[in-house]
């Protein structure tokens, strides 16, 4: 027995339940990102947004795992699949965190959200006007000296290692 399949006894992670804690996990990161979006006022950059898509993918791969996948085979590769989605947002994170940081430089595109359609031609210029294009490069919120980006890093990474747990404790049986 591996060190990681003895880890996943011992605490009572099935498959089933690692595959149901990483949806959930991704389903709070994605309401945590639109709670910064809504309610607290945070316009997402074009970096911010494509972040959130291996999130989106995950929800609906945990989702179609825990109707689908009742073999042990079948569930391997959820997690594999979730393994991989998380190693792609942790990459996506650090290349956004690394943007806001100046060790790379982010994309020539990157101007935020769509603004609301204008409703006329004097609403148009208004809002021209009053528009903030939000840059790739500021971070527009920190905790403990990490971004928004970074934290998604930390939580990425986090469930990256939980489903590689997965995959490796469970073998391909």
Known sequence: MTLSASVTQ????????????????????????????????????KLCLEQRLPHYAAIGLAAAGLVLARSPRLQWLVLLGLAGLMAWSTGLGVYHAGVEWGWFA???????????AAAGVQDFMKQLQTTR?????EAAW???GLSLAGWNVLASLALFAGALTGVLGRGRA
């Open 10 to 45: 011992r605490s009572g992670l099935t498959p089933r339940r690692l595959i149901a804690l990483i949806g959930l996990a991704c389903l709070a990161l994605i309401a945590g990102a639109w709670f910064f979006e809504i309610v607290v006022g945070l316009r997402p950059c």
């Open 142 to 144: 920190r905790f403990l």
């Open 106 to 116: 982010g994309p020539n595109d990157c101007g935020g959200a769509a603004a609301p």
């Open 133 to 137: 294009v939000v840059s790739c490069t």
